[in-house]
């Protein structure tokens, strides 16, 4: 045995403990320092940075050929822009297009765009960006592309006038349009789109590191009021308490869409970070499968909607965050009524009409989406139903990838329940082959009656004689509308309080000096 | 001793090729349709079928596992279906970061386990020596993502000394050490309790060999004793284990990345399998087993040079 060469080798590892151990407690000694500015952002008005938190993660920047908000609402807005857009209180408001005029029939909207305008790369906006942007929908495999499926023609007037022909009327072609399906894309673009993002927004793209962050720039020769902030920086967590602590120690400057319920109370408490409280799209709803013998009953599927109580739903899911729903509409939808009262939680109601409905023993299968939301009021409408005498077995699936197959697909289910995110979701309600089955040819001729409507009286009148329908019909029970809760460090302000299901704009955001 | 490593290297050749068909065809069966999870819950059938087509998704098992394996091992591991940019680069930034992450809990681990394990089987006898042995087990029976959030709790949210969360990179600096520091303590305390046991009982088992009284005798000090004849014969059993920890830490490391919110291997992983990016899936889990089977060669190769004994025996 040779002893020398072993205790080198020991006081090597030693020393290389004692070195890391060292420079630990050197990052430690430095990190106590208030004048480390690493994570800080700047706080002078003009050429501030923000950082914003996120949950939904895009996989890609290509919302064309990839579902789900995650993408369109970081860049519609921001970095892209259509003809018009959605305003935070869900009205429409001219954007690329200066005006617009609808032909008596319906069939025809005329838009004057905007002039002087240039995507970021400098290719210049005109009429023919937008032949090509509208003609391109066929082309779209994701984010529901037939909601504009209307769209016959476009047609160039001149350089600055447009007409978009349409084959039969739609009155919410005009909100499709605000949204992402509106969307202005230069042609020579449109190969990059997972990658790039070249649009003619406020913001210029800057990059994307894969579900991580996301970074904007302000765009100097933007054609409208410039961006309140000189660079956006968007950062994606997986975990609403992540993101919680994050804006407690400086990481971020505001979070959208927080879910970190339980930790509301205690930031509110918290003089540097405000809490805003809006609303989202998201309406709550759980389906009952019509295929199901008891649940094709009307009386049956009244009694469970008198069983749950509402009230402890949300209390469960949102911490009593957000707004109880008793129709398949939003706060923002122009067309909302409140039903919150038409179906009261009454136990006893529910047992009769189980009564006169002859049905006994009862037992369903209720399968709930993996999500923290979703499995707490499943637990709560679990209850409920026990005490009514139904039995009910939670089946906690994996979302979407498993839950959407199963339920959407298959379309296998008793009860099921999700957060319906996508803006105007009523409008599911007209396809009778949608997952809840809903198929009553009265809602149909009403949807197409809505859809034909030439001024918004007309419409909102009949989409709300429409939703009182589809209440009366019970085919699922809508439970709340999702909030959207804003968190931002002092001095953030502009941020957009209600989600309207569109781009998240952020131009307007600005940080105190 | 050239004979073991060539046997040693077959054996490996032969496991990664095991690994890769297990691999493929076991992740293959996941339920769930990557078209499907692409294009969102609005996506029609037709539009689902047209992806599944353009993505290959729909061609037999076999033709994808050739194209996959060979694919992988030339480096080029295909399009993320999720993503639609090549997966070998955000593979290997993924894996960086998560290399770095286990190294800093290896740190944490051995910079516990010896001195903690050492001293308790030392002072055996003596309260000290029972109270370090009491810290690790209470250690080991730490979760490592409960250690992480108390980490956050205190030395990020009320102390503020560190950020809760995010990853920078080496280049960074000191900001890359402040926002490794609490996730590798996270995964290598509890790493290091268990490591720590297994170095006390390593220590205690040479404390009673004939050549340490045989040293003793000859007149060392017991601290020389210790260091010179004890210790290198206590490391064989200690760096086994560590390599074996390593797995470990991998695993742990899915975990802490979740907490603390950085960009490795884990969260990376997880995102893929929500997204049902089965390419991304493969490769990644691929990736994983590749580097655990190259440790425990690495150890199997080491430990004849640690321990000579080792040598005459193959």
Known sequence: MRPAPSSTALTAVLAIGALTLMTACDAGADDASPADGTDSDGVVADDASVSIGMFAVPANLDFTTTGGAAIFEALLYNVYEGLVRVDSQGELQPLLAESWEISDDGLEYTFQLREGVTFHDGTEFDAEIVKFSLERLDEWSANTPEDLSAIDSVEVVDDHEVTVVLSEPDYDALFWLAGPLGTMFSPDSVDSLATEANGTGPFEFVTYENAVRMEFARHDEYWGEPAGTATVELVYYEDASAAANAIRTGGVDAILRSEAYDQLESLEAEDDVDVLVGSTQGVVVMSMNPDHEALAQPAVREALQHAIDRESVLAAATAGYGEILGGPTVPTDPYFVDFSTTYEHDPELAREKLDSAGVEDLSLTFTVPNRAYAEASAQVIQDNLNEVGIEVTLQTQEFPAVWVEENMVDQNFDLTLVNHVEPRNMANYAHADYYWGYDSPEAQNLFAEAASATDDDEYVATMQELTEQIVADTPGVWLYNAPNVVLSTEGISGLPENDLGVGIDLSDVTVAE | ?314
């Open chain 2, 1 to 314: 001793m050239l004979l073991h490593v060539i046997r040693r290297l077959g054996v490996f050749v032969l496991t990664v090729m095991v690994a890769s068909v297990v691999v493929f065809f076991l992740l293959g069966v996941l339920p769930g349709d990557p078209a499907r999870a692409q294009l969102g819950l609005q996506a029609s059938e037709e539009q689902v079928q047209a992806l599944r087509q353009q993505l290959g998704a729909d061609r037999p098992l076999p033709v994808r596992y050739l194209e996959w394996v060979t694919g992988f091992f030339s480096g080029d591991m295909g399009l993320s279906y999720a993503s639609r940019t090549p997966v070998a680069p955000q593979v290997l930034d993924a894996l960086q970061v998560s290399l770095l992450l286990v190294l800093g809990g290896i740190c944490v681990a051995v910079l516990i386990a010896l001195p903690l394990g050492i001293l308790s089987a030392v002072r055996h006898h003596r309260p000290d020596g029972a109270l370090f042995s009491g810290l690790s087990q209470l250690g080991i029976s730490v979760p490592n993502f409960l250690a992480g959030l108390l980490l956050i709790a205190v030395f990020a949210v009320a102390l503020g000394w560190l950020p809760s969360g995010g990853w920078s990179p080496p280049a960074a600096g000191v900001d890359f050490l402040r926002h490794l520091a609490l996730p590798a303590l996270a995964l290598g305390l509890v790493n290091g309790a268990i490591l720590a046991r297994y170095t006390r009982a390593a220590v205690l088992e040479v404390m009673r060999e004939d050549f340490m009284r045989t040293a003793r005798a000859k007149g060392l000090t017991p601290g020389r004793t210790l260091i010179r004849h004890g210790l290198r014969n206590a490391l064989v059993p200690v760096v086994t284990v560590t390599s074996i920890e390593f797995a470990n830490l991998i695993i742990g490391a899915v975990v802490i990345e979740t907490v603390f919110v950085i960009p490795g291997l884990g969260s990376t992983l997880i995102r893929a399998v929500a997204n049902r990016d089965l390419i991304m899936i493969q490769s990644i889990v691929m990736c994983v087993v590749i580097l655990v089977l190259v440790v425990n060669l690495l150890v199997d190769l080491v430990r004849p040079v640690i321990d000579p004994r080792l040598r005459s025996t193959r």
